[in-house]
């Protein structure tokens, strides 16, 4: 467990302002397997946890909606992607966590989400919820002063691919665009029904 604490803890570090990954770093990352979990709300209010889910293909984000660059272009590539698979993108969900809680209300999130894709589950909770959800995947994140009660979230920025039985099976960098995301996604679901 120590072993997968560190690569993750590595692998968070590259991306720990949410800016996309240098050319040239891996398309992908194998990680030994884990099985984190969680129990948040969806943005109607509804109690949900990782077991919720099972059954299906999870491909899940941390990140929040007053981002300005990173989380919109994940986001968009996430969308593109599911359009790319066709009938396969029924057997994924992408999912949504925010870091910021205060300022992601259910309302706000609902709005946003839906200008990428009405696939897309925005989950939300308090912010203990968050941070215990975030050591589950080994995400970082951190609130930083832009001054006069401004800040943004600092945040790792990878794409988290949960297999129907609740393991990990991939990280992706958020460096992925569309058509890239889509062939990853589908080799993984092809591969696993094989």
Known sequence: MRGIA?????????????VPAPQGTQPSAQVPPFFPRFELQTLDGHQVTDATYRGRWLLVYFGYTFCLDVCPTVLIDVGHALNALGPLADRIQPI????DPVRDTASHMGEYLR????????????????????????TYYRARSLGNGA??????SFLYVISPDGRVAKVLPDSLRDQKLAEELRQLIQGASG
């Open 6 to 18: 560190l690569l993750l803890i590595g692998l968070a570090g590259m991306a720990s302002a949410a």
């Open 96 to 99: 949504f966590i925010t870091v």
């Open 115 to 138: 200008a990428f894709s009405p696939r897309i589950v925005g989950l939300r909770g308090n912010p203990k919820q968050i941070e215990i959800a975030s050591k589950q995947f080994h």
């Open 151 to 156: 800040y943004a979230v600092d945040h790792s």
